[in-house]
């Protein structure tokens, strides 16, 4: 099979009034459509936003309410168009996009030959008699109106698009819903071979130090070969069925602060058929937190046989415009979290279908992830859905995620979904007790994952356990165990905060954080014609981050307005890194009686005038980050 990467083809983009496109003539005037939008140079992959901006047609949206400019975006229909390379009409071919942001169709020369509306799946699409010398082979990516509301309030259990949900505002985002094509688009030329449908996962044996590579569906008989850095160390003929290769002698891959993050070369073939893949060894398992009640769950993480307390950051996404993201946005962070000492992630249920670069920049790290499924809480109702359908599509998703990324050594655990709950008293709606694997769709990832990646830890929803957060009034009661929160006890006072700290009882904590302002250089380029000193949620600047706002809180301690914009963000940031360096250091002392901790959030998509961001939003660290590295380099926690 020839792979022909479309990437690199000439693209051009234009918009048009919904479904105007498909008239090729009037009815009135027998005049040729027209696109409201002409035909705009553009890149593959990449999102219209970015086009439009570039071509003076948007504004720049993280300039004060320039966001709101751009929502007129959605309601266009968008074509990426360009022509495909001539092949023998005898020769099966195939067109592959790996991300389509979000619903719509693909038509081949005036015929239609896909319908999509899942940005979480790949897609292809077989392509029969189109591409002779004698055809014109204009390929066009049709974008339709995307959903009306997927965002932070609503109700998770009515979700029935699969579109990522961040883009349509979160506390730290405003709307801008991306349309675009992420990843690569390939065509594919000659009939697929068995090797394309092979998947493996590696596991590490601590008493024996080897390592073993089992597979999926391998087809007959294939040579397999082991190499480092270029040398075979190990090879072997495996026979048809052989789902196991034991007995490797390897080094394993630990994470961060705990040794080499130590890396393979896989090779699989049959003839001069060849399947790469890079692969690390590790054993992670579970065990109870010391003091633990018997019924709890076990939030210990054992790495080769190593106790080791998790220190991470919540991932969310680099920018909205997800689609026109290079593997250097996820370097410059990611490095940035390594050399603060952090060992894991967690990438949030509220995003995208994550680049690749994201999980092998963390196999080179030593970054342990934690993946959600794209499911999240809504406010208003955060019980995941019941229609079968709607759970027919969220196990093919859970499915294909499991079976692209079980390779890696990072990945460590699976998880069902971001504040997936109910009421205390049991019911759907409401805030307050976890979903279990009682739910159908919970039980139903937790059997996807046991049978594609059955070493791996599922656990149906984030937080987990009796609660959701941890309450100073029930520390002792056995309530605590996976929590979210909290992101300010009071607000003013910082006594509250210590006196929760000195007496939490949690087992893990995979959301914690505070906010701070971002800097002062960033408040000032992103202000636009906003008004900083009109310090009241009715000012929308301050609105849109109504979580975070606190400066009540600086004229309660500071008895007048700040004069500039330097003096406010100073204070802000300031109490963020003694608030956050507290919490930090109470929460690791009392390892292993707590697992570990997750900061929400790593790094701001938007330049939010304040968030729980500890990197701003070009990636630079915040003054918390002095704070936070002292605390987690001061004794690395792993026995």
């Known amino acids: 099979m020839t792979s022909i990467s479309l990437v690199t083809n000439e693209w051009q983009l234009s ?70 390379p001539e092949v023998e009409a005898s020769k099966a071919t195939r067109i592959r996009f790996e991300g389509l942001d979000g619903n719509g169709e693909v038509w081949i020369d005036g015929q239609k030959v896909l319908e999509f509306d899942n940005a979480f799946l790949p897609y292809e699409v077989e392509v029969v008699d189109v591409l002779g010398a004698d055809r014109n082979r204009i390929l066009q990516v049709v974008f339709l109106c995307p959903p009306r509301f997927l965002g932070q309030t609503g109700y998770t259990s009515r979700i029935k698009d699969w579109k990522p949900r961040f883009n349509y505002t979160w506390d730290w985002m405003p709307r801008l819903v991306q349309t675009g094509i992420f990843g690569k688009v390939t065509l594919e030329i000659g009939k697929s071979h068995p090797l394309d449908d ?46 196991t290769w034991n007995d490797l002698m390897v080094k394993c891959w630990e994470p961060n602060g705990s040794g080499v993050s130590q890396l393979y070369t896989l090779e699989i073939a049959i003839g001069i058929h060849k399947k790469v893949w890079r692969v690390g060894f590790r054993d992670v398992t579970c065990q109870a937190c010391l003091g633990a009640a018997l019924d709890a769950d076990p939030w210990i993480c054992c790495v080769n046989g190593k106790e080791t307390f998790l220190q991470g950051i919540n991932w969310t996404p680099i920018r909205p415009n997800f689609a026109d993201l290079e593997r250097k946005d996820y370097e410059l962070r990611l490095r940035t979290y390594q050399d603060l000492g952090m060992n894991c992630i967690r990438v949030w249920g509220g995003g995208f279908k994550e680049h690749s670069w994201l999980y092998d920049l963390c196999d080179d790290l030593g970054l342990l992830v934690w993946q959600d499924f794209p499911l999240s809480s809504s406010g208003l109702d955060n019980w ?23 390779h890696h050594p990072s990945i460590f655990l699976w998880c069902g979904g971001n504040e997936l709950q109910g009421a205390l008293d049991g019911g759907k709606e409401g805030i307050g007790k976890p979903a279990t694997l009682a739910h159908p769709l919970l039980s139903a990832f937790a059997e996807v994952v046991q049978m594609e990646d059955p070493t791996r830890r599922f656990v149906a929803t984030t937080s987990t356990g009796p609660r959701f957060t941890a309450e100073g009034a029930d520390f002792g009661r056995n309530l605590h165990w996976d929590v979210h929160g909290p992101w300010a006890v009071d607000k003013v006072d ?25 800097p002062a250089d960033l408040m000032r380029l992103y202000l636009g014609e906003c008004d900083f000193r009109s310090a009241t949620l009715a000012n929308p600047y301050w609105q849109r981050v109504s979580f975070w706002f606190d400066l009540d809180e600086f004229l309660t301690e500071q008895g007048e307005f700040p004069w500039e914009i330097e003096d406010y963000v100073s ?23 707590c697992g570990g901790m997750i900061l929400w959030m790593g790094h701001d998509a938007f330049p939010c005038p304040i968030n729980t961001s500890i990197l701003d939003f070009m990636g630079r660290p915040k003054p918390v980050c002095e704070v936070i590295e002292k605390n987690l380099r001061n004794d690395s926690k792993v026995r």
């Open 15 to 84: 918009g048009w009034t919904p479904d105007m496109w498909r008239l090729r003539h009037s009815m009135e005037l027998g005049a040729a459509s027209k696109p409201e939008i002409s035909h705009l140079p553009c890149q593959v992959p990449g999102s219209v936003q970015k086009v439009l901006r570039d071509a003076g047609i948007l504004p720049d949206w993280n300039v004060g309410l320039n966001a709101r400019s751009c929502e007129w975006v959605e309601n266009r229909h968008w074509i990426f168009e360009t022509k495909l």
């Open 571 to 593: 204070w802000s940031q300031g109490r963020q890194a003694d608030k956050l360096g507290y919490a930090i250091e109470a929460v690791k002392s009392r390892f292993p009686g």
């Open 384 to 406: 995941p859905p019941e229609d079968p359908p709607v759970m027919e599509v969220a196990v093919s998703i859970a499915r294909e995620s499991v079976r692209r990324l079980r």
């Open 494 to 518: 910082l006594k509250p905060w210590l006196d929760y700290w000195t007496k939490d009882d949690a087992l893990f904590r995979s959301e914690m954080g505070h906010p701070g302002a971002q």
């Open 198 to 243: 092979i998947g493996i996962f590696t596991t590490f044996d601590v008493p024996s130090t080897r390592g073993s590579v089992h597979f999926r569906g391998l087809p007959h008989s294939t040579t397999a070969e082991l190499s480092e850095d270029g040398a075979v160390i190990a090879s072997k003929c495996l026979a048809e069925g052989d789902s």
